[in-house]
C-alpha cells in the first residue's frame, strides 16, 4: 500500500448544533501522525440517515481509510450501523461476538441488558468486531468500495483507547515500515509552552529541522514531543535528546508512553520504595491533592489521612494552628502555613507533608495580598521549607495548579533536588 | 426561500493535523441557531489549491448557503480568494473597497502597507466586500451555482463580529419568519443515557417527532434537550415538558442556559439560603467530595472543614471511629460510615455531613465485599441515613461517580425529596 488517503466522517447533531466542540477529530489526527499519516478531509454531518448513506458513498469512493466516528450510542438517533448496512447493501443481524462484550459488560456493573443496550449489537453482517475495552458499544470494520471503514464510539475515552489498542496497529501492519515515525514524549511540570520554547531558541539555538519538536500544553502538565521521520533525524536524535533533557533540568518528569503518569503517581511510587508516609493540610485548594494522591491505585500504602481545614476556626480546632499566629499574620502567610504542616504531621504520625493556605479568588484578596497569592510549607517533618507564590490564575486553574506544585515540591524533595523550580524563580515573595 | 441548505467549508493545514481544535464552527452554527437554520454538513480540508477549488464546487452544487472559514490571511498558505475565482472562473483583481478598508487599517496602527497586506485586497472580480471591523482582512461574498458563499476569516474574534454585524442580517433579510427554533436543556443525574431512553419509550410511547429529543452524557450529568423547529411542535411542547419532567422525577436537577451548574453549586447555594454548614468524612472518595464543595466561588459560607480518613487508623484518630466496629464489621459499613458521620459532625459543628467509605479498587475486593462495593452516610445531624451500593465502575469512574452520589444525596435532603434515586433502586445492598 502506498500512503493511504485517509478521511474522517463525524456524526452527531450536538456536533452540527455547536453545542459541543469536536476534540476527537485532533485526537484522530495526532494518533495517525504516529504512523506518518495524515487526514486529508474530514466531513461532519447531523445524526439523519439518508444524508449519512449518501456521505459514506462518497467518502469510501475518495479514500482508502475511512474512520466514522460516534453514533453507535444506544438511543435512536445513533444511526451508524444502520446507515452501513444500508450503504454496503447488507442486513442488520444480531453479532454474536458484540452481544457477549454487552452481556460481560452489563453483567460486571450488575445492570440488565435492555432493549435500548442490545440495538448495540445489531450490527451489518459480515463486519469485523473491534474491542471496546472502556465501554458498551464496540466498534466495527467493514471494506466498501475498496475503502477500510472503522465505526468507532464518540465518547473521548473509548475512542482513545480503540485507536491506540486496535486500529492504529491493524492500520500500521499494512504500511511499509518505513513509513513509521519515531516518536518521544517527556512529561514537563512549571515550565509554559512559550517559556519553554524562548529556553530552547536560546540555549540551543541551532536545533535541527528534521527532529520535529511538538509541544502539547495540558493542565498541569506540558508534553514535550521529538519526531523524527528520516534516517539523518534519527541517527542525531539521541545527541539532541541529551542537550533538552539538560535545559529541562529538574522541571522533567519522565520520559513516557502513551499514557502520563501523574504526578501524584510518581510521588506515590518514591514514598512507597522508601516506606514513609504522607499527609495534606489544604486550605485554597480544599482537597484536591488528597484526591489526586487518592485517584491513584495503591495509594493508601503511603496515605493515611487528610485534612481540609478551609475555615481559620477548623485551622485552630483540628489542626492546633494558635489563633494569635492567625491573628497576626492572617491565614495565607508563613507562619500559618508552617503551623499547619506542623499540625498535619503531628496528628496523622506521617513523614512527609504538604500544606497550602491561599487566596483563590474571585474575593477575598487585598493590596497586599492580591488574590492568587499561596504560601506552601513541605518536606520531610524534619526539614519543612515555605514558600510564598503569586499565581494570578482563575480559581479554577489556580487550585489545579496550585495543588500540583505542592506535588511537584515534594518530588523534588524526594529526588534531593538543588535546582530551584521555574515557578518559585518567577514568584513575588519568599 | 425555503429553509435553506447551509453548509461549512473550514480550511487550514492546523485543523488537519490536530494542533488546534475547531472552535469556529461552533460559533457559526450557535449564531446560525438563532435565525432557526442549521449547518446540515461540514468539510474541512487543508490548504491545497486545486483540493480547494473542488470541494467549494462540490459544496455550491450541494448547498444554498455556503460558508467559508480560514484562508483569507495574507502568507501563501491562504488560498480563499484564488480558489474562488478559479472555481467560479473570474479574474483575481485589486478591490478598491478593500484597498480602502487595509490603508486605513494600517495608518491607524502606524503601520505601513507591505507586500503581504496589500495581497488581502486581491480579490475575485465582481465579488461584494463584507466588512471586517476587528481585523485587516476583509470578507467577500459570491454567488456560485445558485448557492451565496461567504468567506469568512479564520480569527475567531474577526468571525464573531463579522457574523453578528454582517453575515446573519443579510441572511435573516432572505428567511421567513417563523423559523426561529425553540430550544430547552434539562439537568439530570443518576439515570445513563439508554434507562432514561428505555423510561422514556415505556412511559411516554407517543412522544411527538417534531419536538426532537437529545442527550449528552457528561460525567457526572446528563443533559437532556427538547428541540422544535414548527409551530405545532411549538404548541404541545409545554404539555410534553411536564410529562418528561413526571418521568425525570427528583433526578431532575435544573433546566438550564448554555452554562451547566454542577451538583456542588446547587447544595451550597441551598445551605446558604439556610445559614447552615456541611462537613465530609471520606474514605474511598479521597478528598473528591471537599474538593468539588470548594472549587466553587463561595463555598467557605457553608463549608469549613473535611476528613480524608483513608486508612483504619485514622478512621479512629480523627473521627472517633471504635476500633471494635472496625474490625467486627469492617471498614466498608453501614456501622463505620455512620460513626464517620458521627465523628465529622461532632469535630466540625456542621449541621450537614456526607460520609463515604467503599472498595474503589481495582484491589481489596472480596466475595462479600467486591470491587465497587460502598456504603454512605449522610443527612442533617438529627437525622442520619445509610446506604450500600455496588458501583462496579473503574477506579477513576468509581470516585467521581460516588463523590457526586454523595452530593445528590444532599440535594435530596435539602429539597425533601420522597422518591427513590435510580442509583438506589438499582443497588445490590441496603
Redesign the interface.
Known amino acids: 500500500m502506498l500512503k493511504p488517503n485517509v478521511q474522517l466522517l463525524l456524526t452527531g447533531?450536538?456536533?452540527?448544533?455547536?453545542?459541543?466542540?469536536?476534540?476527537n477529530?485532533?485526537?484522530?489526527?495526532?494518533q495517525f501522525?504516529e504512523l506518518g499519516l495524515?487526514?486529508?478531509?474530514?466531513?461532519?454531518?447531523?445524526d439523519n440517515l439518508s444524508?449519512l448513506v449518501n456521505?459514506i458513498n462518497l467518502l469510501a469512493k475518495q479514500a482508502d481509510i475511512l474512520i466514522i466516528n460516534g453514533g453507535l450510542?444506544?438511543?435512536?438517533?445513533d444511526l451508524t450501523a444502520h446507515a452501513l448496512a444500508k450503504a454496503t447493501q447488507v442486513e442488520l443481524i444480531e453479532h454474536s461476538e458484540a452481544l457477549a462484550h454487552l452481556t460481560t459488560w452489563c453483567k460486571?456493573?450488575?445492570?440488565k441488558l435492555?432493549?435500548?443496550?442490545l440495538k448495540q449489537a445489531i450490527l451489518p453482517q459480515g463486519c469485523t468486531i473491534i474491542a471496546n475495552s472502556q465501554g458498551s458499544a464496540v466498534g466495527f470494520k467493514v471494506t466498501h468500495l475498496a475503502c477500510d471503514i472503522y465505526c468507532t464510539p464518540g465518547?473521548p475515552r473509548e475512542l482513545k483507547t480503540m485507536l491506540a489498542e486496535q486500529i492504529v496497529p491493524d492500520i500500521a501492519k499494512k504500511l511499509p515500515k518505513k513509513l513509521i515515525t519515531d516518536v518521544t514524549r517527556l512529561q514537563v511540570f512549571g515550565l509554559g509552552e512559550s517559556t519553554l520554547q524562548k529556553m530552547i531558541n536560546e540555549q540551543l539555538p541551532d536545533w535541527p529541522e528534521n527532529i520535529e519538536l511538538g509541544f502539547r500544553a495540558g493542565m498541569p502538565l506540558l508534553e514535550v514531543k521529538l519526531t523524527t521521520t528520516c534516517q539523518e533525524g534519527h541517527n542525531s536524535k539521541p545527541q539532541w535528546y541529551t542537550k533538552l533533557v539538560n535545559v529541562l533540568g529538574d522541571h522533567l518528569i519522565a520520559e513516557i508512553d502513551h499514557q502520563p503518569l501523574s504526578l501524584a503517581k510518581h510521588i506515590l511510587v518514591k514514598l512507597a520504595d522508601n516506606n514513609v508516609k504522607i499527609t495534606?493540610a489544604?486550605s485554597?485548594?480544599?482537597?484536591?491533592?488528597?484526591?489526586l494522591?487518592?485517584?491513584e491505585?495503591?495509594?493508601?500504602a503511603c496515605?493515611?489521612?487528610?485534612?481540609?481545614?478551609?475555615?481559620n476556626?477548623?485551622k485552630t480546632?483540628?489542626l492546633d494552628v494558635s489563633k494569635e499566629s492567625l491573628e497576626q499574620h492572617g491565614a495565607v502567610s508563613k507562619e500559618v502555613v508552617l503551623a499547619m504542616a506542623q499540625g498535619a504531621l503531628e496528628?496523622?504520625s506521617a513523614d512527609f507533608v504538604i500544606a497550602v493556605s491561599g487566596i483563590?479568588?474571585?474575593?477575598g484578596g487585598s493590596t497586599e495580598k492580591p488574590v492568587g497569592t499561596v504560601w506552601l510549607a513541605w518536606g520531610h517533618k524534619n526539614n519543612l521549607k515555605m514558600v510564598g507564590l503569586l499565581i494570578p490564575l482563575p480559581?479554577?486553574h489556580f487550585?489545579k495548579y496550585v495543588a500540583n506544585i505542592g506535588l511537584d515540591l515534594i518530588r523534588r524533595e524526594l529526588m534531593s533536588s538543588t535546582q530551584t523550580a521555574h515557578y518559585i524563580i518567577e514568584c513575588k515573595f519568599s
Open positions: 447533531n450536538e456536533l452540527m448544533t455547536g453545542d459541543i466542540v469536536d476534540s477529530s485532533a485526537m484522530i489526527a495526532q501522525k495524515d487526514i486529508s478531509r474530514k466531513v461532519t454531518i447531523a444524508a456521505e450510542g444506544p438511543t435512536i438517533d460486571k456493573r450488575g445492570a435492555n432493549a435500548p443496550n465518547v495534606t489544604e485554597c485548594t480544599g482537597g484536591m491533592i488528597a484526591s494522591l487518592t485517584k491505585a495503591g495509594a493508601s496515605f493515611e489521612a487528610g485534612f481540609v481545614t478551609y475555615s476556626n477548623m480546632t483540628l496528628k496523622s483563590a479568588g474571585p474575593d480559581r479554577s487550585q
